[in-house]
């Protein structure tokens, strides 16, 4: 697959990048678990069909421990026993706000309801950001046609 454009040679999309990259830094310094980061940003962009990203962040997740049953499960995670009820949570979270057009009513009161019974605000508040962050990047990556597959963990730090 060849991009429609190129995402890292153009000026206005880096610039757009870097701020986005510092917008994210609060989320990664929050105290929502790294592991559900990775986790929620791994679901959002299965659901967007975003390879650059879904690339991206099962490598990142396994460099960082994440286990191959559970990234191999984060699609099918209302089916698995590997994710903890905070976990399933987020992942809800990630999918109804990621599908927001999808549901005239956005996240439902259950999903939320799971939410407030595992996180705190600050952690609520990360998780509000990353999936709104993640859809970001995922759009991104694909109107422009971003390939997967050649991401290297931490090629961007």
Known sequence: MEPRVN????????????????ANRPIEESSLPHATQELVKLRASQINGCGF??????????????????????????????????????????????RIADAHHGVSDETWDQVRKHYDDEQIGAL??????????NRLNVIARTPAGDYQPGMFD
């Not at 995402?7 to 510092?22: D, Q």
């Open 128 to 137: 509000i950001a990353l999936v709104a962050t993640i859809n970001a990047y």
């Open 7 to 22: 995402l890292f040679e153009n000026e206005v999309v880096l610039k757009y990048v870097k701020r986005l990259g510092a």
């Open 53 to 98: 990203c879904t690339d991206m962040h099962s490598k990142d997740a396994a460099k960082a421990g994440e286990t191959s049953v559970r990234l191999n499960l984060v699609a099918a995670w209302r089916e698995a026993n590997v994710f903890t009820e905070a976990e399933r949570a987020a992942l809800a979270l990630a999918e109804e706000g990621t």
